[in-house]
Structure formats: structure tokens, C-alpha cells
């Protein structure tokens, strides 16, 4: 197999993981959290995302955690954004970087953010052009990449259509989401290399749900195919409250483990990782599914 000399983990735990979390933890617990996460050597971490609050109460004081972190110098802090009126949080919080997301698969689509895939398209576009006219970098995500809870299969030709809207919007990194965490190693080696023709490897990151226990494989299958950028959350934690059945993202301190001991510098310390990973495991009250943060208890 092939691997590289270095990998980009994004942190995206304290959005992706606590959307979906019933615990409300406090502005407080947050900030706290994500302060810790900026001491790991971790580079990009996602903070919030400016939705509706009806929607995703969870994550209702988006504001007050953008404006409360400590900023640490080289770290990108990125939110995530449906429309203008999420825009205008996100740059009242003065993130660095803004996330926007949308699925391949039109049910999807609609249970999340409650527009049609043509529909969905003018208003990223809006977005994606007032962020960098605004000094941000943007990042777009494409949901139900390797499945849709709602439609099942999801044609390879769904996936490039969106993905081809998104980067001539202007986006500067493209993830590719399996929201629901069915994939294999298999259909990840197919799936890129479809992609792989269209886009350039630079810029696609993974972003794997580990709904089946599969991610960590496909985390190798997408390595060995040349991609160095995946997303991860702390403690495991997460997972689309529009996307049932769905669990979390995989855990950043199972990436981090296999990297740094395969020699692809991460440069992430596992121990203070497993730190911040404890602190948010007591704050949610329950044992989270990280497979490291378990072994050290
Ligand atoms: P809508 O109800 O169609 O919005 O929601 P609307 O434009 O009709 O407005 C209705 C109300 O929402 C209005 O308030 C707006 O002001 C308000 P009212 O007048 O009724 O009081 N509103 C907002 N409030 C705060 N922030 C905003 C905002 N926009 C409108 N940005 C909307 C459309 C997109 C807002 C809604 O559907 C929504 O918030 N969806 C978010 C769903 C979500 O966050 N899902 C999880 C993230 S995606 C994910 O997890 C997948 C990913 O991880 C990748 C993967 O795993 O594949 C990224
Ligand atoms: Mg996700």
C-alpha cells in the first residue's frame, strides 16, 4: 500500500458530535472543550454551525462559543453555514473558515436543510461568494456520498453533479460525506477513483461516519489512494439528526493512534487527545464509542 509522510486530521467533534447529543452541555463546557482540542496539535477544528436553533438546539449558543475560545495562532476555526443568515453568524464569530453542505441524494437534502438540490444551489452560491469576498477560506460538504438513509444506493452521477456546483461556487476543499457510515473499502477505492478523475486529489478530504465499524478501513483504502485529509471527532461522538440510524463520526483518537504508529506524522499528541477526550466524555455522562479513550480508562 501506499501511505504518505503527513495526513490532516480535522477536528469536527464540537459541530458534527454534539448536534446530535440530547445532553445539552453549556456555553461554558464548550469552550472549555475546544480550548483543550487547540493545545493537541490539531490544526483545523470545527467549531459550531450558524442553523436554525428549532432544528439543532443543541448547538443554539453558537455565537457565544465562537466569540468565547481562545484563538491559538496557526489553527483554522471553521463553522458551518446553511444560507446568508448563518453567513452573518459565522462572521459576526469571526471564524476563519466556513463549511457549506448539502447531500447527493434529494430526499437527504430535503429532511436537512428543507430544500431541493436545484433549490439549494443559489443560496450556496450566495454564501460561498460573500465568505471569500470576506477574507474566509470555504469548504463545502457533500452528504450521502456512500449512501442515503432515506433512498438507499446513491448514483455516482449525483455525487459528481453536486460536487461540480459546489467547487464552480469557488470552494476551496471539498469533503466527502458517508453521513451514514455504510461504506466499505471497497466502494471508497470506486467511488474515488471516479472522482479522482474529475477533481483534484488536493483537494478532497473523507469524512466517515463509523456507523458499521468500517471507517478506520476506509480511512486506509482512501490513504492508499493518495488522500491525506480526513475528518474526525473526539471521543467518536456524533452523527446527523437528519440521517436515523446514523452514529458518529470516527473517533479522532483511533485515527491519530494508527497514524502516528504507522510513522504519518499528524502532528497530534494522543495524550493530550485522550485528555480532552475524557473531559468531553464526563461532561456527556455516558462512555463514548473512541476505542483508545476506552483502553486508557
Ligand atoms: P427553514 O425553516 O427552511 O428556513 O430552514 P427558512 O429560511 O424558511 O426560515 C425559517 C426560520 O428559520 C426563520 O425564523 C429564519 O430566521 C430561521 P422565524 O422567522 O420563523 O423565527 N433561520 C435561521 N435561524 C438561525 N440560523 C440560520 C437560519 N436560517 C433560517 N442559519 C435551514 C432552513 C437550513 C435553516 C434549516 O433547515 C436548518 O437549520 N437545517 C440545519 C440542519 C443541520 O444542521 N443538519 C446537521 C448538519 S449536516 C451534517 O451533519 C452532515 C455533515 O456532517 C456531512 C456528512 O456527515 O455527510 C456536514
Ligand atoms: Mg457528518
Not at 96 to 112: G, I
Request: aromatic fraction near 6%; glycine fraction near 10%; proline fraction near 4%.
Amino acid at each position: 500500500m501506499n501511505w504518505p509522510a503527513h495526513v490532516t486530521i480535522k477536528e469536527v467533534g464540537p459541530r458534527d458530535g454534539l448536534q446530535n447529543e440530547q445532553t445539552f452541555l453549556s456555553t461554558e463546557g464548550k469552550i472549555n472543550w475546544i480550548n483543550q482540542l487547540s493545545q493537541t496539535g490539531l490544526k483545523h477544528i470545527e467549531i459550531t454551525s450558524f442553523v436554525n436553533p428549532k432544528w439543532i438546539p443543541a448547538l443554539a449558543d453558537s455565537l457565544e462559543v465562537a466569540k468565547g475560545i481562545e484563538r491559538v495562532p496557526g489553527i483554522t476555526y471553521t463553522a458551518l453555514v446553511p444560507n446568508r443568515r448563518g453567513l452573518e453568524g459565522a462572521l459576526e464569530g469571526n471564524v476563519d473558515d466556513v463549511a457549506v453542505f448539502m447531500s447527493a441524494s434529494e430526499t437527504h437534502n430535503q429532511k436537512n436543510i428543507n430544500k431541493s438540490i436545484d433549490d439549494t444551489f443559489p443560496v450556496l452560491r450566495e454564501v460561498v461568494k460573500e465568505a471569500l469576498s470576506g477574507g474566509k477560506s470555504v469548504r463545502g460538504y457533500v452528504s450521502t456520498v456512500f449512501g442515503c438513509p432515506y433512498e438507499g444506493h446513491v448514483a455516482i452521477d449525483q455525487v459528481i453533479r453536486v460536487s461540480e456546483h459546489l467547487f464552480e461556487m469557488g470552494i476551496q476543499e471539498l469533503s466527502l460525506g458517508d453521513t451514514i457510515g455504510v461504506a466499505n473499502p471497497k466502494q471508497v477505492q470506486e467511488v474515488l477513483n471516479i472522482l479522482l478523475k474529475r477533481f483534484p486529489i488536493e483537494k478532497l478530504a473523507l469524512h466517515f461516519h463509523d456507523t458499521h465499524g468500517t471507517a478506520v478501513a476506509n480511512i486506509l483504502a482512501a490513504l492508499d489512494m493518495g488522500i491525506t485529509t480526513f475528518d474526525a471527532s473526539t471521543g467518536g461522538l456524533g452523527g446527523c439528526p437528519y440521517a436515523p440510524g446514523a452514529s458518529g463520526n470516527v473517533a479522532t483518537e483511533d485515527v491519530i493512534y494508527m497514524l502516528n504508529n504507522m510513522g504519518i506524522d499528524t502532528g497530534v499528541n494522543l495524550e493530550k487527545l485522550l485528555g480532552a477526550g475524557s473531559f468531553i466524555q464526563k461532561k456527556i455522562g455516558r462512555s463514548l464509542p473512541s476505542r483508545n479513550l476506552q483502553a486508557c480508562n
